[in-house]
């Protein structure tokens, strides 16, 4: 499956990317293909292995902060694999052409 | 934590509710206090007692189709419990008033 | 249609109970069927009545705060009215029983 | 402000990238910076561009389907501006090195 998740601290202040960034140095240390954008993470693997990391991810914040904001959406497929690329692909394939991405 | 998730069916026709229904009774028998509304079911407990449970209702679902999409919203916040009626209370108490609930 | 939404003002401090008032304020005064509930509150109309309305909040927070985020999960369908009360019916419907609600 | 959105037809189908195709024609065609990945479409614009954007996709898929859901989330700060590209390199800065994006 693939998810996108994005944590929000509250009360740490208007600036939230160092705390992204620890974020994000525990998706990458992870080993699971992932893709950083404007508006979240986008990691892909099994179940176990996604929310395994989310959790990670939201211990990390939590030892530091009073409050956190997560939001999680899967898009799970049956035996589909490579999709963060293969999505996005596929868009392109229906349209007859490139897309900004 | 709280936290509030819908899981939407793929290509099994436009209504949903009978999957919903599959979902709502598991969510009804883990005992968890739990709340439906229209966009979805908010639910408290610990994270593994949660993301146990919405684990279990899509395990249900991908059982019978092919795709799903879920949706997660955590509020996390430490120390807190109870929220479900709680969060709701604060705001009434904040506009001094019942709200539409 | 339905929407539901929620706006988290950041660098405010941990609890924003007292935005989220000022919100449901708005909400209230404009007429609509809402309802509010722990992470967030669901509206229905027409599009530019619930969009006019989240734009009105929105702009009601901004004079206040540096920072929102904002989260809307719409439901349109076809012909479909009273759907905050009827989608919930229509599971219990499905399941033969009544849920929490 | 940024907003990220999605839209899924209900009834279609397991395979919604047609449809997804037909939003990111009109998403493109506005002129408005934007970026595809594979949960979402971001775009960047004053909050009348961006909601009329999003109106007019739904509108479209209206069109042909019976039933749709939409996800919005938007990242409203003040006087920011092309943040598609500095939220991400934001975080780059914070770690001290590139990420994948």
Known sequence: MIAQFSIVPLGVGVSVSSYVAKVIKIVDESGLPYKLHAMGTIVEGQWD???????????????????????????????????????????????????KK
Do not use: H
């Open 49 to 99: 292995e996604v929310m395994g990391l989310i959790k990670k991810c939201r211990d990390a914040l939590m030892q530091e902060v009073e409050r956190i904001v997560i939001d999680i959406k899967i898009d799970d497929r049956k035996a589909a694999k490579g999709r963060i690329e293969a999505k996005v692909r596929s868009v392109e394939e229906k349209l007859g052409r490139p897309v």
